[in-house]
């Protein structure tokens, strides 16, 4: 190394900066050397019998090489690796919309990056789940010619849509933008690592969405063994995609974890700590304790498909894969709306003009919903189970109904005799828990095991987490992503069209899941391209409305998108909210605070008597 | 908390202790091409969908570029779950050839059968291939060389030639197309002389409720004339 720093010029001389090859082009080009060098490595000297190029075991070598090529190419090599061996670069980011398409270590960046990498793969994934629902508008195999082409898109949908939207987007989207801002912050703990994680995003939905090059896999989101030793190869990028993403997100919380307990401004003790980064600290604990959980199982399954270990068949039975998914597969659900549970709850006070009630409820709230999300998992075997096994997951599942109730109640509370601000993030925020309580109570009856032996793996299931999830996630990532836009792009929104948008999903997305309930319960299974006649006229008429919703989400998306550039300048503080963020007038490619700013008082109390919590030293206090 | 962020900013010098974590920037913007990032992305998002709704389309496309070889002596077959290697292959009539068929697979039973047009058997999911309509074998001498681990041999209307009396010689004419059908792990030679029945046929596992086929195990034999 030693000589190598030596070779290195002095930067005494002025620095040229050399015309580059795009990035994510390069990246790209990387990943291939890389896939090819490692594949034929391993393809050519590890014998297998009749010496394909592509070999299970060469496949996956060289998909961790493509990996690493992918995240140098992308501009990791200049910024973090030369320089951790004492190697002098100058890392010359680039500069407007350049910046999102490359490494960056600021976190407003990396931030909008997930946001968009999100978006790109909810749109992926939504395009799979518009494939299925035009192959279920007739009760016979049309779109598709095999089963397993359809089984193989219905598991795209659902593994891209969790591990990189529900996942992902608002702990790794709005958490890295908002966070360091709310706390009155300038980086996140760790923001090389920050810059890293983000492309790791990007590779692991495309190697999902590539999965069927290698062949089809039947086991939808889940990755059920040993279904999946008899699946073709494609389940191998199933795994290895998702280990992408579940690595980005788990490397996201470690960051967020350290950034909210270590970065805070002075006075922001942990009684005044803002709720969505409460909520964002709850996410982040659950990623850390169940991600390398569900990492390890993917990893044991993986070893089982390409070492041929008898991991899940001879020694272990069927269950065992289902415990250990299970184990994450239910804190997984609360991964996805512990942030929306925050959103409600960050910006209803704000909309309505009124104190947070109870807010320290709220808080208490968030982490048992953490802490009893571990102790539900078996609820969703209820069928493999004897009777005396269920009672204490059947009770510990109705029991998580009450911290959410919490969430509830603090928004009722606030919202109760308030001048509330009909605005698009808030008639988002109220669909959001509209649809969350359609959810949450369709969940009590499958907690109870007798309408749960009934349900099992019928549409009434797929209707109750897409009312959780959508309804109570995807609805609130909207309303904060119009609450927040004057903040990101420093532009409005318009009203009109935002809420129709608003209304636009919400019916749509209402009339397409309510039927899913009784789609269900008259005998409609999941996991299967070809239904009974009778069903059809139902499936039909929801394959229609799933489309509307489908353009409903494009149609916000453009319109967000539309605001973000064209839109008129924002007010600083156009809804006159009282945490940090709306202090900072950074935006990308700068310093948030200048000067430190001081906490002085609470974010949420407002009325006659509510004062400002934020002291910025030798500015003028009030910045609205 | 104590915080000394606030000092931070943009110009920092080559120290890299106070940057509070971020990188150090150069004054220069480094600006990469727009047009180059918007073909490579571009053509790389068609290629990555055609290869993705089109698979074979892509295959075709590189196998009509290469062209495959005519084969002659010793013809390797492998198969494995779900698919043949390889999956298109060209004889000339009156060559000597002589295939050796190995299943690869470490847990599933696999079938070689070759022949124009399908049989259809109508189901929930769509008419099913169940196996082919005119058998390649018809009247082909094949002569069994060597043969492991093969769980039935069905020898259909093919003229069999075997110096033993093996005992996978099991399933005689009138029971399906010709086909040996493999044990996980084994193999079987056989010698044939390329019939006069010039064009292209197909071959196929039907093995498991013919959900081997569905799962693309295929492949494609064009004979050309001598």
């Given at each position: 190394m030693s000589t190598m720093t030596a070779m290195e010029p002095e930067y005494s001389v002025p620095f040229v900066a050399k015309k580059r090859m795009p990035p994510v082009l390069r990246g790209f080009l990387w990943a291939a050397v890389g896939f090819l060098v490692f594949n034929t490595l391993i393809s050519e000297t590890?014998?297998?019998?009749?010496?394909?190029?592509?070999t299970e075991l060469s496949v996956t070598i060289g998909w961790v090489a493509a990996l690493v090529g992918w995240i140098l190419g992308i501009g990791t090599w200049e910024a973090v690796v030369k320089p951790a061996f004492g190697i002098a670069t100058r890392w010359a980011p680039a500069t407007g919309w350049r910046r999102y398409l490359e490494y960056s270590t600021d976190h407003k960046v990396i931030g909008i990056q997930y946001v968009v990498a999100s978006t790109g793969g909810f749109f992926i994934a939504g395009f799979a789940a518009m494939l299925m629902r035009v192959e279920l508008?007739?009760?016979?195999?049309?779109?598709?010619?095999?089963p397993q082409q359809y089984l193989t898109t219905v598991g795209i949908h659902g593994t891209i849509m969790m591990f990189s939207v529900g996942t992902v987007a608002l702990v790794g989207g709005l958490g890295n933008y908002i966070i360091p801002l709310m706390i009155g912050s300038n980086t996140s703990a760790f923001p090389k690592m920050s810059g890293i994680s983000l492309w790791l995003v990007p590779a692991g939905i495309l190697t999902v969405a590539f999965s069927p090059l290698l062949g089809y896999w039947t086991t939808g989101w889940r990755g059920y063994q040993p279904l999946a030793t008899q699946d073709a190869s494609g389940i191998i990028f199933y795994y290895l995609g998702v280990f992408a993403l579940t690595l980005s997100s788990l490397l996201v919380s470690i960051n967020l974890t350290a950034t909210i307990i270590f970065k805070r401004a002075p006075g922001l003790t942990w009684n005044r700590l803002p709720i969505f980064a409460w909520g964002m600290l709850t996410v982040s604990l659950l990623n850390l304790i169940w991600l390398p959980e569900i990492m390890m199982t993917f990893i044991l399954s993986l070893l089982a498909h390409v070492a041929q270990l008898p991991l899940f068949t001879a020694v272990g039975s069927p269950l065992t894969y289902m415990e250990l998914f299970w184990l994450f597969g239910h804190p997984e659900v609360y991964i996805v709306v512990v942030p929306g549970f925050a959103l409600w709850q960050e910006i209803l006070p704000v909309m309505s003009r009124k104190s947070l009630f109870a807010e320290k409820w709220g808080v208490i709230g968030l982490v048992f919903v953490m802490a009893l999300s571990?102790?539900?998992?078996?609820h969703h075997m209820f069928t493999n189970m004897r009777n005396d096994e269920m009672m204490p997951f059947s009770f510990f599942t109705e029991m998580i109904s009450i911290p959410t109730g919490f969430a509830f109640m603090v928004v009722i509370g606030t919202l109760w005799k308030s001048k509330l601000r009909l605005t698009t993030p808030t008639i988002f925020i109220l669909m959001s828990m509209f649809n969350f309580l359609i959810g949450g109570l369709t969940g009590v009856f499958l907690a109870d095991p007798v309408i749960n032996l009934q349900e099992h793996d019928t549409f009434f299931i797929v209707g109750h987490f897409h009312y959780t999830i959508i309804g109570g996630m995807v609805f609130s990532w909207l309303g904060a992503m119009y609450y927040w836009l004057p903040k990101l792009s420093g532009r409005m929104y318009n009203e009109k069209l935002g809420v129709i948008g608003a209304i636009w999903v919400f019916l749509t997305f209402n009339i397409t899941f309510t039927q899913f309930f009784i789609l269900g319960m008259k005998g409609m299974n999941r996991w299967v391209p070809v239904y009974m006649p009778y069903l059809q006229n139902m499936n039909f008429e929801v394959s229609i409305f799933a489309v509307l919703l489908g353009l409903g989400f494009l149609y916000n998306a453009i319109v967000i998108l539309h605001a973000w550039r064209r839109g008129p300048k924002a007010e600083k503080n156009p809804w006159g909210g009282k945490t940090l963020e709306w202090y900072s007038a950074a935006p990308e490619g700068t310093v948030n605070f200048p000067e430190t700013p001081r906490v002085v008082g609470s974010f949420y109390v407002y009325g006659d008597e509510s004062e400002e919590a934020v002291v910025l030293p030798g500015a003028a206090i009030s910045q609205r | 908390m104590d915080s000394n962020e606030g000092k931070q900013a943009n110009q920092q010098s080559d120290d890299k202790g106070d940057t509070g974590g971020m990188l150090q920037r150069t004054d220069e913007p480094v600006d990469w091409s727009r047009r180059k990032f918007l073909i490579g992305t571009g053509a790389m998002a068609i290629v990555g969908i055609t290869a993705l709704f089109g698979q074979s389309l892509i295959g075709k496309t590189i196998k009509a570029m290469t062209g495959v070889p005519v084969s002659k002596g010793i013809q390797d077959l492998y198969v494995g779950d779900y698919y043949y290697l390889p999956n298109e292959m060209v004889w000339r009539v009156g060559d000597e050839v002589v295939v050796n068929f190995h299943n690869l697979s470490p847990n599933r039973f696999h079938e070689w059968m070759m022949g124009q047009g399908f049989d259809l058997t109508p189901s929930d999911f769509g008419d099913v291939k169940t196996q082919f309509h005119k058998d390649f074998w018809d009247g082909v001498q094949v002569e069994v060389l060597e043969g492991h681990g093969v769980d039935n041999f069905v020898t259909n209307k093919a003229i069999i030639k075997s110096n033993e009396k093996y005992p996978w010689l099991i399933t005689q004419q009138g029971q399906g197309n010709f086909s040996p059908t493999l044990m996980p792990g084994g193999s079987i030679r056989l010698k044939i002389k390329v019939p006069d029945k010039p064009g292209v046929w197909q071959y196929g596992c039907f093995v498991q409720g013919f959900v081997h086929y569905r799962a693309g195990m295929k492949g494609t034999l064009r004979i050309i004339k001598s």
């Open positions: 590890v014998p297998t019998y009749g010496h394909p190029f592509v508008m007739k009760d016979q195999m049309w779109l598709f010619q095999l571990g102790m539900v998992w078996a | -």
